[in-house]
């Protein structure tokens, strides 16, 4: 019989029908069936006693200092309360995020950003800051210029100095710190970008490859952070564990690793805290996963200076 005279169809089924049925056999699946990534989401309490147990052994180190850089918007002012949040184990914003999209950094200061430790009068902060600065913007003259954070990196920036795109930070101005001591200096480099992106613009590209080549120079262990991944992918939205089956995502990590020369186990996808109100668990897993890097690549680089 012609298979296009099935009886429960009651007569002629166009061919199209069969060709439309096995397209939808083979449509790809935007998730792959294993992870690429092994993520053990039940190790929170782990890895948050590891990074708060955390300490700098030599005497003249009080803090581990983390520099964020990268695009506008791309999060990093989140990432910094994200971390907050994680520590702390509530909501807390010590670093102030603007959610009005625009191309002009919201962060203008260089700022120190320590988390609170105990309360009342055992009240004490952790030996982990993060530093916060204005967002790199497309064209010269425009958002945090690359110079000024190839100063911060070897402590030169005073807390509160407030970055000019147009003049980058001098020996004579007030926010150069002439004399940094060991701890003033940075040592980790974390790029943030955001993977709800469309391709990274090429003079932020050209800026982020000079402050990397300025960090390699000084031996400065670099990674980085890629946020917004609910945005960017469905399946991650609805289901954070998606995140390592998500083939979007993993494609993203791959071009920007190629794009900025950061190799892919250096870079870690999170989703920063943004418009929850209580705390999530599988939120938590990813900001630890890089956390506990953070920590790892710091020390070792503590422990060689
Ligand atoms: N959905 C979602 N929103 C995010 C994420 N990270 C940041 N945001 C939002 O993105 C916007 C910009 O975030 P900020 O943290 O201010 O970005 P920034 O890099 O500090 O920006 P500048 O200081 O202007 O350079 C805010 O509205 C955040 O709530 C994320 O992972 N997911
Ligand atoms: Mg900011």
């Given amino acids: 019989m012609d298979p296009r005279r099935l009886p429960e169809f009651g007569g002629f089924v166009p061919m199209s029908f069969f060709v439309e049925l096995n397209k939808q056999n083979v449509a790809e699946s935007p998730v792959l069936d294993e992870p690429w990534r092994e993520l053990r989401w039940g190790e929170n309490q782990m890895n948050l006693k590891y990074v708060q147990k955390y300490k700098p052994e030599q005497d003249d ?32 914003i010590p670093a102030l995020a603007s959610a009005m999209t625009s191309d002009k950094s919201f ?30 913007e497309d064209g ?27 003049a980058p930070l001098t020996q004579d101005d007030p926010g150069y710190n002439p004399t940094p001591s060991a701890d003033d200096k940075v040592h980790v480099l974390v790029c943030v970008m955001s993977a709800n ?17 300025a960090a390699s120079d000084l031996g400065i262990p670099q990674m980085a952070v890629m946020t917004h991944i609910d945005e960017a992918c469905g399946e991650t939205e609805r289901d954070l564990r998606n995140v390592y089956k998500s083939k979007y995502l993993r494609k993203k990590m791959k071009d920007f690793s190629s794009a900025v020369g950061i190799p892919m186990n250096c870079i870690f996808p999170v989703k920063n805290y943004s418009e929850e109100i209580d705390m999530n668990d599988d939120v938590d897993a990813l900001i630890l996963s890089a956390l506990r890097k953070m920590v790892d690549f710091g020390d070792d680089f503590i422990e060689r200076i």
């Fill in 61 to 92: 180190i009080r803090y581990l200092r983390v520099l964020l850089y990268g695009p506008v918007g791309a999060g990093k002012s989140s990432f910094i309360n994200s971390v907050s949040n994680v520590l702390r184990g509530r909501m807390t």
């Fill in 197 to 213: 992106t469309p391709q990274m613009n090429l003079s932020v590209l050209e800026k982020m490859k000079s402050i990397r080549e």
């Fill in 107 to 136: 962060t203008k200061k260089y700022e120190t950003h320590k988390f609170i430790k105990g309360r009342g009068s055992t009240k004490t902060f952790y030996p982990l800051v993060y530093n916060d600065i204005m967002g790199l």
């Fill in 140 to 166: 010269t003259n425009r958002g945090v210029h690359a110079d000024d954070i190839k100063l911060a990196l070897r402590g030169h920036v005073k807390e509160g100095h407030k970055f000019n795109p147009v």
